[in-house]
């Protein structure tokens, strides 16, 4: 399996040929999408879930399809009859020849005042891991966690704990738009010396054989 970060939480994973992009959101590369064989969104933040973007990799692609939670599903499954599917906590499903398990119902507390919206997380191949905006530990392990390693409603001694929980062999950065190159290096330091896990880190464009 060929992983590929793209620019903050989108990820696209290749197999044999297959294309499943997951969170092409608006903070990502245009053309994220394009090319795919089935996407994956985890909830309706605009920074994971990008209605042209979709409709652009939809367009692209008649035989695509898009897997999502009901609340973006809503949002776009009338232009695409058939191709537009909901999922919740407890499903699998296959896409893409990926099997997929979802995991989580809720995104992270942002503040007791804001309410919380449904987020989904994906286990692809019983292998790599994508919370969305949660940090959602699944009931089974995880050789690679896409990690969220910087966001309004996390702190980094909850993102070194989510790391000990899941117990990944890997964790690589996603969700990091927001962390600038002077903080990364203190980011590395910390998550690397005490999540317990390899931490690593991928460059928008860059992949890695898993």
Known sequence: MKLT??????????RDGQKLVIDPGGFTEEDAALGA????????HPDHFN???????????PAAEIWTLR????K????FPGRVH???NGDTFTAAGFDVQVHG??????????????????????????????????????????????????????????????????????????????ARPIYDSQIGSLGGAEHLRLTPGESAEL
């Open 71 to 74: 609340s973006v599903a809503e």
């Open 105 to 182: 119902e809720l995104h992270a507390v942002i503040h007791p005042d804001i309410p919380r919206i449904t987020n989904v997380g994906y286990l692809v191949d019983g292998s790599v891991f994508h919370p969305g905006d949660a940090l959602t530990v699944p009931d089974q392990p995880v050789q690679t966690l896409m990690l969220p390693v910087m966001a309004p409603w996390s702190k980094i001694s909850e993102v070194i704990d989510y790391v000990r929980e899941v117990k990944p062999q890997r964790a690589y950065d996603v969700h990091d738009a927001l962390l600038t190159d002077l």
């Open 86 to 88: 909901t999922v919740g």
């Open 37 to 44: 064989d089935a996407i994956l969104v985890t909830h309706e």
């Open 5 to 14: 970060k793209k620019t903050h939480a989108c990820v696209r994973l290749e």
């Open 51 to 61: 209605e042209d973007r979709l409709r652009a990799a939809m367009e692209n692609n």
């Open 76 to 79: 776009i499954s009338a232009a």
